[in-house]
Nanobody
Framework: QVQLVESGGGLVQAGDSLRLSCAAS????????MGWYRQAPGNQRELVATITRNARTNYGDSVPGRFTISRDNAKNTVYLQMNGLKPEDTAVYYC???????????WGQGTQVTVSA
């Protein structure tokens, strides 16, 4: 079992930056890729970015280049640096971990990011 706890969300103004963090605990050996998804009201949950233990990254098609994913394997933590935030980035951001032992992946509870104009 793996638990994912997000932090770093909040209310910011357009143009500001935030860094989201997600700390994993439990059976760390059952996961490889970690990352972030987001979901705005009325929208489907969409991929933000994923990153493997060897730092291979993948970004969602709808995610701007001003977002950067990284991870610290020693701390079992994945980060999302978000620069130049816009109101369209407002969403709940969910931490994700790929369960290599089965089809049911791991999800955090989400952290709210709200960007005012």
């Amino acid at each position: 079992q793996v638990q994912l706890v997000e932090s770093g969300g909040g209310l910011v103004q357009a143009g500001d930056s935030l860094r989201l963090s997600c700390a994993a605990s439990g059976s760390i050996s059952s996961i490889n890729a970690m990352g972030w998804y987001r979901q705005a009201p009325g929208n489907q949950r969409e991929l933000v970015a994923t990153i493997t233990r060897n730092a291979r990254t993948n970004y969602g098609d709808s995610v701007p280049g001003r977002f950067t994913i990284s991870r610290d394997n020693a701390k079992n933590t994945v980060y999302l640096q978000m620069n130049g935030l816009k109101p369209e980035d407002t969403a709940v951001y969910y931490c994700y971990a790929d369960n290599i032992l089965g089809p049911r992946d791991y999800w955090g509870q989400g952290t709210q990011v709200t960007v005012s104009a």
